[in-house]
């Protein structure tokens, strides 16, 4: 079903979602199942599987010469869509990204993501190639998500690429988008990042994830922003507890989101990462029951593939 589908069916009761990360390449999967098999207790009507671009990496050769060799650390997005379907009959929503494809190549793609009958597809810019320079580096031909978006829309309309006419034959993805309340980071600011969001949405998004952020002011900002300028759609806000200390600054770094003043002196007391890890799921739960009395469509949840915090916080909230 579609996640629209899901939403209309909870006719205003905020629904409960994860996000999960396929293993890491030489893991197995059972450790995933294990972790998402006692989040199910919650219902959730969709789980998300990121997708990670390949990377070049540089190897030293016996010989003494260093070469550049191409990498994906996790691998198997699609297979992992299909096991979660299959073991737990739940939809799985599979991340598509611009990084290192071709249109023919995402075609492919999204047929094989149709005739498994995956009807979610998350479409991204994805993370940038660090190695990007490299001549081993897989060049990328789309820039933005709205371009993925364009080309799921027409494939939802039985155009495909490089054909004249419209098939009978049609995709029927539902179409789900990033978005920052507190802006992208390469954007110079939120008002020309909303432009594009907008933009994203007007080529044929469905519904919008947001980033994690930590204070509800933000979200519900950036809400009454995007309602202002006609983006109707659901907007789903992504929460994550705090972990640990070095959280403080890796998830300020690697998200480019804000940790509340208020949060971060309650981080830096913690006797020690437990005690962290404690605060974090307190602090997720106030935020999840702020934004769940506020009727938000669905509470989606980064795992990062590990449920304990998930299950404290859902057994609160939902
Ligand atoms: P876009 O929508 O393409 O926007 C990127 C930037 O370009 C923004 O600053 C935007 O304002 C600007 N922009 C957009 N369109 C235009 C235009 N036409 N002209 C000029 N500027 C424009 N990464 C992964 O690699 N794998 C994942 O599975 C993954 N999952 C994610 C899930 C969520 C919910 C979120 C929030 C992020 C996820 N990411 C993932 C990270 C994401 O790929 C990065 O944040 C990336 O830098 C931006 O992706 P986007 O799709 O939002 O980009």
């Known amino acids: 079903m579609k996640i629209t589908e899901h939403i ?9 979602s994860l996000e999960v990360l396929p293993p890491q390449k030489g893991k197995t999967i059972d450790d995933l199942l294990r972790v998402i098999e006692p989040l199910m207790e919650f219902k959730p009507p969709f789980i998300d599987v990121t997708y990670h671009r390949e990377e070049i990496i540089y190897k030293k050769r016996a010989d003494g010469f260093v070469e550049e060799v191409p990498l994906r650390r996790r691998p198997g997005t699609v297979g992992i869509c299909a096991a979660l379907r299959a073991k737990f ?6 991340h598509l990204v611009c990084g290192g494809f071709t249109p023919e190549e995402t075609e492919d793609a999204l047929f094989t993501l149709y005739y498994l009958g995956i009807t979610n597809v998350m479409l991204l810019q994805g993370d940038a190639d660090k190695n990007a320079k490299s001549a081993h580096a897989k060049l990328s031909a789309y820039k933005y998500a709205s371009d993925l978006v364009a080309q799921v829309a027409d494939m939802n309309r039985g155009k495909f690429l490089h054909e004249e006419t419209e098939n009978e034959m049609k995709t029927n993805f539902c179409i789900g988008v990033a978005a920052y309340p507190e802006k992208h980071f390469e954007s110079p600011n939120l008002a020309t990042d909303l432009k594009w969001l907008k933009h994203k949405v007007d080529c044929g998004a469905d519904y919008i994830v947001t980033q994690m952020f930590f204070d509800n002011k933000k979200y519900f900002a950036f809400e009454e922003k995007c309602r202002e300028m006609g983006i109707s759609i659901p907007i789903i806000p992504g929460i994550k507890p705090i972990a640990s200390k070095a959280q403080l600054s890796s998830l300020a770094k690697i998200f480019h989101i804000d940790i509340p003043e208020e949060l971060a002196d309650a981080v830096e007391k913690c006797k020690d990462d437990k005690a962290v890890k404690q605060l974090g799921i307190e602090w ?3 935020q999840s029951k702020e ?14 593939s590990r449920s304990e915090a998930t299950i404290e916080i859902a057994k609160a909230v939902f």
Do not use: W
Request: with cysteine.
């Open 8 to 16: 209309a069916n909870a006719k205003g009761n905020t629904l409960f």
């Open 89 to 94: 009959n739940i939809d799985a929503v599979p």
């Open 284 to 286: 997720a739960i106030q």
């Open 291 to 304: 934004l769940k009395a506020a009727n938000v469509p669905c509470l989606h949840y980064y795992t990062m």
